[in-house]
RNA sequence: GGGGGAGUAGCUCAGUGGAUAGAGCAGCGGCCUUCUAAGCCGAAGGUCAAGGGUUCGACUCCCUUCUUCCCCGCCA
C-alpha cells in the first residue's frame, strides 16, 4: 500500500465518520451531488453488509433522480478509491442502498491499530476534546438516609461522568446536596420541641428521620408547629448561632452515612458544593434578574415569567418565596452563575428525576434570558433526566409515607445473593476469592439492571429484577471477561506476543466478533450524544454474546500458529473492549468467577 | 384545563424514516473425557394500543381517540 497511513480507513478509529468523509467526498467528485448530500452510514443488518449508506435515497428524491442510478454511480466512483482498496466491498442494493463489507484484510489491520484500553482512549478523547463540563448528580438531602429512590442519579450520573471523561471532555464532579432546604426547619422544630442532644444518640440518622416525620406530622395539624418550623428555617438562613451548629451536626452526620455509600459504589466527587454553599450568593440573583427585569412580584413571592413560551405562560417560575427565604430555584441559578462565571465550564449536565423537568426547563429559560442581558457566556444545559422507582402499587416510593428500601440494604442484600451464587457454582475457590467475586457481581448486577434500560423509562422495583444474574446482566459480561483472563493463563502468554503471526480470520464466529469490535466507537458515540449509557450496555451484551459463540465453536488454544494467534488477538480486543465499556458503567472487573 | 413520559412476544425491555420488528426471562428440544455449562445451539412465540394521514418506504413523523404514570406558587 502506498497511501500515508492516516489516509487508510483502517487507521480511523470511528470507522463511520472516516466513511462518511469519503462517500461525501467521492459523491462530490461524480459531479452529481451538490452540498446538501448527506451519506446518512449506519451499521447495516449482517444480512447486507457492515454500513449502508442511505443517503442517495432522499437526495435523489429531492432532485427527481433515479436513486438506483446515483447509487451505482457513486459505488463505482467508490471502487476506484484508494483508501478503501481492498478493505471494503461494496454493492448497490434496493432502490439505492450502498452497503459496504469490511474485509478480513480491514478487520486484522485495524485491530492491530486499536488494541487496549489506553489506545481507545487517546482516539476517543478527540469527541468532547476541549469541553469544560460540570456534572451535578446523586444530590441526596442531608438529614434522610439514602433509599432506593437515590440509586439511579448515582449510577446514572457516575457513568455519563466516566464516559465523557473518556471521550475527551474535563469533567468536574459536583454533589449539589440538599443541605439548606425547608426539611431544616421541621427538623429543629422537632429537635428543640423534644429537646434533643444530638451527640449522645447511637443511631443518629434514624432517630432524626423520626424526628421529620414527627414534626412533618405536626406541621399538618398545627397552625403553630406550622409557623414554628418556618421561624426555626428563617432563624438558620440569618445565621442563629444555636440553630447553624445543630445545622452542622445534623449534616456532619449525613456525610459520614453517604460516604459510606460512596465508598461501596466506588464513587467521588470533585465537589460538594451544596445548597448552603450557594447561600451568600442569592441576592446577587434576586438583584440580577429584578434590574433586568426578567422577574417580577407576584403575591409577595419574585418570580419569572415566561409567557413568550405557550408551555408556561401562566405557570410562574418561583425564584424566592415571600416571606423572603430561598428555595431551589435561587440556588439552582445562583449555581449556574457561580459556575459559568468563576469557574468557567462551558457546560452543566443535571442528573435528576423526570418529574422535575419543569423545574429545569424554567431554569434553563431564565438563564438565557438573564445572561443575555448581562453579556455573560452562555453556557450549555442539560437536563439528564430519569423515570422514577415505583413501589409495587405502580406508584412512586416516597421518603415520607412507607419505608422505601434503605439503599444500605440494597447494597447488602446484592452482594449476598451473589455470594450464595459463587458458593453454588464454585465452592472450591478461596473464601476470600468468593467475597470479592461476591462484591463485583452483586454491586455490578445493580449497576448493569439500571443502565440497561433507557433511562426515561419509569420501573417497579422488585428484588430479582434489579438483582438478577442470568442473561443481559453484568454477570454475564464478566463471565465472558474470565474466561478470557482463563485462557490467557492457560497459554502463559502475554496478552500481544502472536498479534505479528495472526492470519486473516476465517471462521464465521472469528469475523462476526471482529466486526462487533470495530463497532465499539459507534456504542460510544450514541452514548455522548444522547447521554444515555444504555446503548453501551446493549453493545457490550452483543459483543459478550458473539464472543461466547466463538469460544464454543473455535477453540483458541490450537496447534497451528496463525489460527492460534488470530484467536489470542480477537480474545485479547474483546477483553480490553469489555473491560472499558463495563469501566465506563462503573462496574468492576473479575480475572476469575 | 395546560404540559411531559409510557403503551412493541406470556413477563421485562431494545429498536437512528430504510430491507423479513429484535433481545433477555419463563416454557420446549438438544450440547460438558477438549481454553470456566454463570455457557452454547435449535424450535416456538407479534393486529408494534386503535383509527386516519404524509411518502418510493412508518414501530419511528403528523392528526384524532383510548389506557396509564408524572408535573403545574411559596417541597426538592
Given at each position: 500500500m502506498s497511501e500515508s497511513r492516516q489516509e487508510v480507513l483502517s487507521a480511523h478509529f470511528f470507522v463511520e465518520s472516516a466513511l462518511t468523509q469519503l462517500i461525501e467526498r467521492a459523491a462530490r467528485a461524480t459531479g452529481l451531488f451538490d452540498e446538501s448530500f448527506s451519506a446518512d452510514i449506519r451499521p447495516a443488518d449482517p444480512r447486507f453488509g457492515d454500513f449502508q449508506a442511505n443517503g442517495v435515497l432522499p437526495f435523489a428524491k429531492r432532485n427527481k433522480q433515479n436513486p438506483r442510478a446515483l447509487a451505482e454511480t457513486l459505488a463505482s466512483k467508490l471502487q476506484s478509491e484508494p483508501t478503501l482498496d481492498g478493505l471494503a466491498v461494496i454493492s448497490v442494493a434496493g432502490p439505492g442502498f450502498i452497503n459496504f463489507s469490511l474485509t478480513p484484510r480491514f478487520l486484522l489491520s485495524w485491530l492491530k491499530n486499536f488494541a487496549s484500553e489506553t489506545s481507545f482512549q487517546s482516539s476517543a478523547k478527540h469527541f468532547l476534546e476541549g469541553k469544560r463540563i460540570s456534572i451535578d448528580y446523586s444530590s441526596p438531602n442531608t438529614a434522610k438516609q439514602m433509599h432506593v429512590g437515590h440509586l439511579r442519579s448515582m449510577i446514572i450520573g457516575e457513568s455519563i461522568q466516566r464516559i465523557l471523561r473518556f471521550c475527551g471532555a474535563s469533567v468536574h464532579r459536583d454533589n449539589h446536596i440538599g443541605d439548606w432546604g425547608t426539611q431544616f426547619g421541621i427538623l429543629l422544630f422537632a429537635i428543640k420541641k423534644n429537646q434533643v442532644?444530638?451527640?449522645?444518640?447511637?443511631?443518629p440518622l434514624e432517630e432524626l428521620e423520626k424526628l421529620y416525620k414527627e414534626g412533618y406530622a405536626l406541621t399538618k395539624t398545627s397552625e403553630e408547629a406550622l409557623n414554628g418550623a418556618r421561624s426555626e428555617l428563617v432563624k438558620l438562613q440569618q445565621g442563629d448561632a444555636e440553630n447553624l451548629h445543630l445545622w452542622q451536626q445534623i449534616n456532619a452526620v449525613s456525610y459520614r452515612a453517604f460516604d459510606e455509600i460512596y465508598a461501596e459504589m466506588d464513587i467521588a466527587f470533585?465537589?460538594?458544593?451544596?445548597e448552603s454553599f450557594y447561600r451568600d450568593k442569592v441576592d446577587r440573583v434576586y438583584n440580577e434578574l429584578h434590574e433586568c427585569g426578567v422577574s417580577e412580584e407576584s403575591d409577595g413571592a419574585q418570580v419569572v415569567f415566561h409567557r413568550d413560551v405557550e408551555q408556561f405562560k401562566d405557570q410562574p417560575f418561583l425564584i424566592r418565596k415571600s416571606d423572603g427565604a430561598s428555595n431551589y430555584a435561587s440556588t439552582d441559578l445562583a449555581t449556574v452563575l457561580f459556575k459559568v462565571l468563576e469557574c468557567g465550564f462551558g457546560e452543566i449536565v443535571y442528573v435528576t428525576d423526570g418529574r422535575q423537568q419543569d423545574h429545569f426547563q424554567q431554569l434553563f429559560l431564565t438563564v438565557k434570558k438573564w445572561f443575555a442581558k448581562k453579556h455573560y457566556p452562555m453556557p450549555e444545559l442539560h437536563h439528564v433526566w430519569f423515570g422514577t422507582i415505583l413501589g409495587e402499587d405502580g406508584k412512586a416510593i416516597k421518603t415520607r409515607s412507607g419505608d422505601p428500601i434503605r439503599l444500605k440494604e440494597l447494597i447488602r442484600e446484592a452482594i449476598a445473593r451473589a455470594y450464595s451464587i459463587v458458593e453454588e457454582k464454585n465452592p472450591d475457590l478461596a473464601e476470600s476469592d468468593k467475597q470479592h467475586i461476591a462484591k463485583a457481581v452483586g454491586l455490578g448486577a445493580l449497576r448493569y439492571a439500571d443502565l440497561v434500560q433507557n433511562r426515561t423509562n419509569d420501573y417497579v422495583f422488585a428484588w430479582d429484577k434489579l438483582l438478577s444474574f442470568d442473561g443481559n446482566t453484568a454477570p454475564y459480561l464478566l463471565y465472558a471477561v474470565a474466561r478470557i483472563h482463563a485462557i490467557f493463563r492457560k497459554a502463559q502468554l502475554p496478552l500481544f506476543d502472536l498479534d505479528n503471526s495472526a492470519s486473516a480470520f476465517e471462521t464465521p464466529e472469528e469475523l462476526a466478533l471482529a466486526k462487533k469490535l470495530v463497532a465499539f466507537p459507534f456504542a460510544l458515540k450514541q452514548a455522548i450524544d444522547e447521554l444515555r449509557p444504555h446503548f453501551i450496555c446493549h453493545y457490550l451484551f452483543e459483543l459478550s454474546s458473539l464472543f461466547s459463540s466463538f469460544y464454543n465453536a473455535n477453540r483458541v488454544l490450537v496447534d497451528e500458529t496463525d489460527v492460534k494467534a488470530r484467536r489470542f488477538l480477537l480474545c485479547s480486543r474483546t477483553l480490553a473492549t469489555l473491560e472499558t465499556g463495563l469501566h465506563l458503567l462503573g462496574i468492576k472487573t473479575l480475572h476469575l468467577m
Amino acid at each position: 500500500m502506498s497511501e500515508s497511513r492516516q489516509e487508510v480507513l483502517s487507521a480511523h478509529f470511528f470507522v463511520e465518520s472516516a466513511l462518511t468523509q469519503l462517500i461525501e467526498r467521492a459523491a462530490r467528485a461524480t459531479g452529481l451531488f451538490d452540498e446538501s448530500f448527506s451519506a446518512d452510514i449506519r451499521p447495516a443488518d449482517p444480512r447486507f453488509g457492515d454500513f449502508q449508506a442511505n443517503g442517495v435515497l432522499p437526495f435523489a428524491k429531492r432532485n427527481k433522480q433515479n436513486p438506483r442510478a446515483l447509487a451505482e454511480t457513486l459505488a463505482s466512483k467508490l471502487q476506484s478509491e484508494p483508501t478503501l482498496d481492498g478493505l471494503a466491498v461494496i454493492s448497490v442494493a434496493g432502490p439505492g442502498f450502498i452497503n459496504f463489507s469490511l474485509t478480513p484484510r480491514f478487520l486484522l489491520s485495524w485491530l492491530k491499530n486499536f488494541a487496549s484500553e489506553t489506545s481507545f482512549q487517546s482516539s476517543a478523547k478527540h469527541f468532547l476534546e476541549g469541553k469544560r463540563i460540570s456534572i451535578d448528580y446523586s444530590s441526596p438531602n442531608t438529614a434522610k438516609q439514602m433509599h432506593v429512590g437515590h440509586l439511579r442519579s448515582m449510577i446514572i450520573g457516575e457513568s455519563i461522568q466516566r464516559i465523557l471523561r473518556f471521550c475527551g471532555a474535563s469533567v468536574h464532579r459536583d454533589n449539589h446536596i440538599g443541605d439548606w432546604g425547608t426539611q431544616f426547619g421541621i427538623l429543629l422544630f422537632a429537635i428543640k420541641k423534644n429537646q434533643v442532644d444530638l451527640a449522645t444518640l447511637q443511631e443518629p440518622l434514624e432517630e432524626l428521620e423520626k424526628l421529620y416525620k414527627e414534626g412533618y406530622a405536626l406541621t399538618k395539624t398545627s397552625e403553630e408547629a406550622l409557623n414554628g418550623a418556618r421561624s426555626e428555617l428563617v432563624k438558620l438562613q440569618q445565621g442563629d448561632a444555636e440553630n447553624l451548629h445543630l445545622w452542622q451536626q445534623i449534616n456532619a452526620v449525613s456525610y459520614r452515612a453517604f460516604d459510606e455509600i460512596y465508598a461501596e459504589m466506588d464513587i467521588a466527587f470533585d465537589n460538594v458544593w451544596g445548597e448552603s454553599f450557594y447561600r451568600d450568593k442569592v441576592d446577587r440573583v434576586y438583584n440580577e434578574l429584578h434590574e433586568c427585569g426578567v422577574s417580577e412580584e407576584s403575591d409577595g413571592a419574585q418570580v419569572v415569567f415566561h409567557r413568550d413560551v405557550e408551555q408556561f405562560k401562566d405557570q410562574p417560575f418561583l425564584i424566592r418565596k415571600s416571606d423572603g427565604a430561598s428555595n431551589y430555584a435561587s440556588t439552582d441559578l445562583a449555581t449556574v452563575l457561580f459556575k459559568v462565571l468563576e469557574c468557567g465550564f462551558g457546560e452543566i449536565v443535571y442528573v435528576t428525576d423526570g418529574r422535575q423537568q419543569d423545574h429545569f426547563q424554567q431554569l434553563f429559560l431564565t438563564v438565557k434570558k438573564w445572561f443575555a442581558k448581562k453579556h455573560y457566556p452562555m453556557p450549555e444545559l442539560h437536563h439528564v433526566w430519569f423515570g422514577t422507582i415505583l413501589g409495587e402499587d405502580g406508584k412512586a416510593i416516597k421518603t415520607r409515607s412507607g419505608d422505601p428500601i434503605r439503599l444500605k440494604e440494597l447494597i447488602r442484600e446484592a452482594i449476598a445473593r451473589a455470594y450464595s451464587i459463587v458458593e453454588e457454582k464454585n465452592p472450591d475457590l478461596a473464601e476470600s476469592d468468593k467475597q470479592h467475586i461476591a462484591k463485583a457481581v452483586g454491586l455490578g448486577a445493580l449497576r448493569y439492571a439500571d443502565l440497561v434500560q433507557n433511562r426515561t423509562n419509569d420501573y417497579v422495583f422488585a428484588w430479582d429484577k434489579l438483582l438478577s444474574f442470568d442473561g443481559n446482566t453484568a454477570p454475564y459480561l464478566l463471565y465472558a471477561v474470565a474466561r478470557i483472563h482463563a485462557i490467557f493463563r492457560k497459554a502463559q502468554l502475554p496478552l500481544f506476543d502472536l498479534d505479528n503471526s495472526a492470519s486473516a480470520f476465517e471462521t464465521p464466529e472469528e469475523l462476526a466478533l471482529a466486526k462487533k469490535l470495530v463497532a465499539f466507537p459507534f456504542a460510544l458515540k450514541q452514548a455522548i450524544d444522547e447521554l444515555r449509557p444504555h446503548f453501551i450496555c446493549h453493545y457490550l451484551f452483543e459483543l459478550s454474546s458473539l464472543f461466547s459463540s466463538f469460544y464454543n465453536a473455535n477453540r483458541v488454544l490450537v496447534d497451528e500458529t496463525d489460527v492460534k494467534a488470530r484467536r489470542f488477538l480477537l480474545c485479547s480486543r474483546t477483553l480490553a473492549t469489555l473491560e472499558t465499556g463495563l469501566h465506563l458503567l462503573g462496574i468492576k472487573t473479575l480475572h476469575l468467577m
